[in-house]
Each structure stands twice: as structure tokens, then as C-alpha cells.
């Protein structure tokens, strides 16, 4: 009996009854082209489902009591992963080096992934950055949910020089962090650096660190959130020099910190836009500004598209300086605050909003 003839009595084993067909093969083909539509009728997923659960809990009453663990365990394929993180203080760093993985916690102030961990100690013993970090990313499509990621050395040290709570790499791309909480204890708190097509979105966030403590490289949007600068220095940082268009957006957010803490700076091209944010009474006097190396020429970078800072406001009672005035009319585009939109960041090659509603979609199903 050929294919085609098998198949044809399979057919007829499902018309006629699967259950009295005497062959047993064809038998289990018919009863195959009968489970088959009832599974999708009843919703049932298929054996080979598009995503992957995982849970993580420390008392051991999940499939892992590491979360690095259950990354290790993730097979090397597309699918979405959704790793599931109990509360407690996970005192592990993480490399994540497998696309579409999303690491979600129970809530920030209880699900916290914490290291104490200097730069350069790290680099007197290793060859470059990966693992210098609490969360190391050489991955894309990696979201971070409902959780804390401290780099606790400053705190137990007083050393605040560079620490990483998070590091991407020079591969790593449309990161997302929401409701979550990046604080550490020296400069550099995230630093998401791909310079050629890095795209990072985060909404409802926390931010805590000294200098830089968030300096994104390619293009990045922050929305509703918060940043607490514990030195008199720069709060933001973006390196755009490959691309006119990249740029670092923040809006309808919190700026604080001690005394005399600053806005924001750059070493290379850099374009920045605030809008409808607040900023505490303690912010310097001081704009965006470029750090030069007149001494160095090797390390100063030409300056092809110049100064690229502009300003908008609900209300001008949070333009506490002068520089900080509504400016939008200025920009080549003559755009509106209402324009200003992470689609709009990205030029339109990555919704992150419709991504985050995706996942959590995923997680409201059982």
C-alpha cells in the first residue's frame, strides 16, 4: 500500500470510525485526523508549544532554585522564554546569551538579583567586561520585569568608582526593562552600550547611581520613571556618534539627588530630548554638556552634529533654568512633544509597547 492509499483509509477510518478500523496503523493515522481538530477546538496547545515557563524559587518549590540555572537550561531556539523569579535576594550574576528571554520577579521590592562587584578588580583578572556586571547581556529581545539589580560594592565599600548593575554588549539590542529597580553603588549603573544598533526601552523604573548611572550608546527611550544621583556630577550619558538619529529620550519622569548633581553630558555625539519631567531644586545650574580631551587628541572626538538638547514642558514651573526651556521649535523637524513617542525613537523599527503587552499577555495565560 502506497502513501497516498494509506492515507485515503486513514481518512475513511476517520469518517466511518476510527475506533473499528482492523489495521492498526491506519487506525492510529485515523484517530490522529480525529484528535486533531478537538485539540484545537478545545484550545489545547500543541505537544511542541511556542513558549517556554520556567520557575525559580530559593526554598526549592520551583524547577530551580538559580536563576542562571534555569537560563542554562533554555534549549538554543527562538522561542520565548519566560523565566518565573520568587522573592528573596539572589546573590548571583547573570549572562544571558540566548535571544528572547524574559526574567520575571514577583515584584521589585522582593525578587532582587544582587552582587557586590568593582570594574576594575574585575579586570585585573579577566580579559574584558563579560561578567563584570550583575546582569551580563550578549543577547537581544531580553526583558527584565518586576525586579531589582543591584551592584552593592559602593555601598559595603564606599568606592564609588565604575559598577555595573547591568552591561550589554556590543550584539545586544531591544532590551526592556519595566517596573524595575537599577541601582548601584558607583558609576555606570546601566550601561547598554551597542553602539550600531542598540534600541532600549524602559518604563516605570527606578534608577540609582553616581555619575553616567545611565548611558545608553544607539537609541534608547525612558518613560515614567525615576533618577537618583548620588554624586555632583552627570546623571545621563549617550553616545550617538555612528548614527544623526540616534538619540536618548526621557519623559514625564523624576530627576533628584544630592546638591549640585547634574543633568547630563557626552564624550561623542549625543542627542538628547526631555520632556514633561521634573527636577528637583537640587540639579546645578549646569546644561548638557560635552567632556573634551584638549590634552588628548587621540580621545577627542570630532563633533560632526554639535550640541542637540532639546526641552519641552507641560508645565514651565519645571523649567527651573533658563536652558531648560520649551525648545522643540528649534529642531530641524519642528516636532511636537506628542510626536515624541518610543516608536518615534526607534524611527519606527521596533514597537516595544506592543512587545511588553505581548508578554504580558503570555503571563495571564495559565
Same mark, same amino acid.
Given at each position: 500500500?502506497?502513501?497516498?492509499?494509506?492515507?485515503?483509509?486513514?481518512?475513511?477510518?476517520?469518517?466511518?470510525?476510527?475506533?473499528?478500523?482492523?489495521?492498526?496503523?491506519?487506525?492510529?493515522?485515523?484517530?490522529?485526523?480525529?484528535?486533531?481538530?478537538?485539540? !484545537?477546538?478545545?484550545? #489545547?496547545?500543541?505537544?511542541?508549544?511556542?513558549?517556554? +515557563? &520556567? =520557575? %525559580?524559587?530559593?526554598?526549592?518549590?520551583?524547577?530551580?532554585?538559580?536563576?542562571?540555572?534555569?537560563?542554562?537550561?533554555?534549549?538554543?531556539?527562538?522561542?520565548?522564554?519566560?523565566?518565573?523569579?520568587?522573592?528573596?535576594?539572589?546573590?548571583?550574576?547573570?549572562?544571558?546569551?540566548?535571544?528572547?528571554?524574559?526574567?520575571?520577579?514577583?515584584?521589585?521590592?522582593?525578587?532582587?538579583?544582587?552582587?557586590?562587584?568593582?570594574?576594575?578588580?574585575?579586570?585585573?583578572?579577566?580579559?574584558?567586561?563579560?561578567?563584570? !556586571?550583575?546582569?551580563? #547581556?550578549?543577547?537581544?529581545?531580553?526583558?527584565?520585569? +518586576? &525586579? =531589582? %539589580?543591584?551592584?552593592?560594592?559602593?555601598?559595603?565599600?564606599?568606592?564609588?568608582?565604575?559598577?555595573?548593575?547591568?552591561?550589554?554588549?556590543?550584539?545586544?539590542?531591544?532590551?526592556?526593562?519595566?517596573?524595575?529597580?537599577?541601582?548601584?553603588?558607583?558609576?555606570?549603573?546601566?550601561?547598554?552600550?551597542?553602539?550600531?544598533?542598540?534600541?532600549?526601552?524602559?518604563?516605570?523604573?527606578?534608577?540609582?547611581?553616581?555619575?553616567?548611572?545611565?548611558?545608553?550608546?544607539?537609541?534608547?527611550?525612558?518613560?515614567?520613571?525615576?533618577?537618583?544621583?548620588?554624586?555632583?556630577?552627570?546623571?545621563?550619558?549617550?553616545?550617538?556618534?555612528?548614527?544623526?538619529?540616534?538619540?536618548?529620550?526621557?519623559?514625564?519622569?523624576?530627576?533628584?539627588?544630592?546638591?549640585?548633581?547634574?543633568?547630563?553630558?557626552?564624550?561623542?555625539?549625543?542627542?538628547?530630548?526631555?520632556?514633561?519631567?521634573?527636577?528637583?531644586?537640587?540639579?546645578?545650574?549646569?546644561?548638557?554638556?560635552?567632556?573634551?580631551?584638549?590634552?588628548?587628541?587621540?580621545?577627542?572626538?570630532?563633533?560632526?552634529?554639535?550640541?542637540?538638547?532639546?526641552?519641552?514642558?507641560?508645565?514651565?514651573?519645571?523649567?527651573?533654568?533658563?536652558?531648560?526651556?520649551?525648545?522643540?521649535?528649534?529642531?530641524?523637524?519642528?516636532?511636537?512633544?506628542?510626536?515624541?513617542?518610543?516608536?518615534?525613537?526607534?524611527?519606527?523599527?521596533?514597537?516595544?509597547?506592543?512587545?511588553?503587552?505581548?508578554?504580558?499577555?503570555?503571563?495571564?495565560?495559565?
Amino acid at each position: 500500500m502506497d502513501t497516498c492509499d494509506m492515507l485515503f483509509h486513514a481518512f475513511l477510518c476517520f469518517v466511518f470510525g476510527a475506533f473499528s478500523c482492523r489495521n492498526p496503523v491506519l487506525r492510529w493515522l485515523g484517530l490522529s485526523l480525529l484528535i486533531l481538530p478537538l485539540t !484545537a477546538i478545545a484550545g #489545547i496547545p500543541p505537544h511542541n508549544t511556542p513558549v517556554i +515557563r &520556567l =520557575t %525559580v524559587a530559593k526554598e526549592g518549590t520551583a524547577d530551580f532554585k538559580s536563576i542562571q540555572a534555569a537560563l542554562n537550561s533554555l534549549p538554543n531556539n527562538t522561542q520565548q522564554a519566560l523565566i518565573l523569579i520568587g522573592p528573596g535576594v539572589y546573590a548571583e550574576k547573570l549572562y544571558l546569551t540566548r535571544d528572547k528571554v524574559a526574567l520575571i520577579g514577583e515584584d521589585r521590592e522582593h525578587t532582587i538579583i544582587q552582587v557586590a562587584e568593582l570594574r576594575s578588580n574585575w579586570l585585573k583578572q579577566h580579559p574584558d567586561d563579560w561578567g563584570s !556586571a550583575v546582569v551580563n #547581556i550578549r543577547a537581544s529581545d531580553i526583558t527584565l520585569l +518586576r &525586579l =531589582t %539589580v543591584k551592584n552593592s560594592y559602593g555601598e559595603l565599600t564606599g568606592d564609588h568608582e565604575h559598577q555595573f548593575a547591568i552591561r550589554g554588549f556590543e550584539t545586544a539590542t531591544r532590551i526592556i526593562t519595566d517596573d524595575c529597580a537599577v541601582i548601584a553603588g558607583g558609576a555606570d549603573t546601566l550601561s547598554l552600550w551597542n553602539k550600531t544598533d542598540g534600541m532600549y526601552y524602559h518604563r516605570n523604573c527606578y534608577f540609582e547611581g553616581h555619575t553616567d548611572m545611565v548611558c545608553p550608546r544607539g537609541w534608547a527611550f525612558f518613560t515614567h520613571s525615576t533618577f537618583v544621583n548620588k554624586k555632583a556630577y552627570a546623571t545621563l550619558w549617550h553616545d550617538g556618534e555612528l548614527d544623526e538619529h540616534q538619540k536618548l529620550v526621557v519623559r514625564d519622569s523624576h530627576f533628584d539627588g544630592v546638591p549640585g548633581f547634574m543633568l547630563g553630558r557626552r564624550h561623542y555625539d549625543g542627542q538628547f530630548y526631555l520632556i514633561n519631567n521634573r527636577y528637583s531644586p537640587n540639579m546645578a545650574d549646569k546644561p548638557i554638556f560635552r567632556h573634551t580631551y584638549p590634552t588628548e587628541p587621540a580621545r577627542d572626538r570630532a563633533n560632526r552634529w554639535g550640541d542637540r538638547n532639546y526641552f519641552s514642558h507641560q508645565d514651565h514651573v519645571n523649567a527651573i533654568y533658563p536652558w531648560l526651556a520649551t525648545n522643540l521649535l528649534q529642531h530641524p523637524g519642528a516636532i511636537s512633544a506628542d510626536q515624541i513617542t518610543a516608536r518615534w525613537t526607534f524611527d519606527h523599527r521596533w514597537d516595544p509597547e506592543a512587545e511588553l503587552d505581548r508578554l504580558y499577555r503570555l503571563l495571564e495565560q495559565k
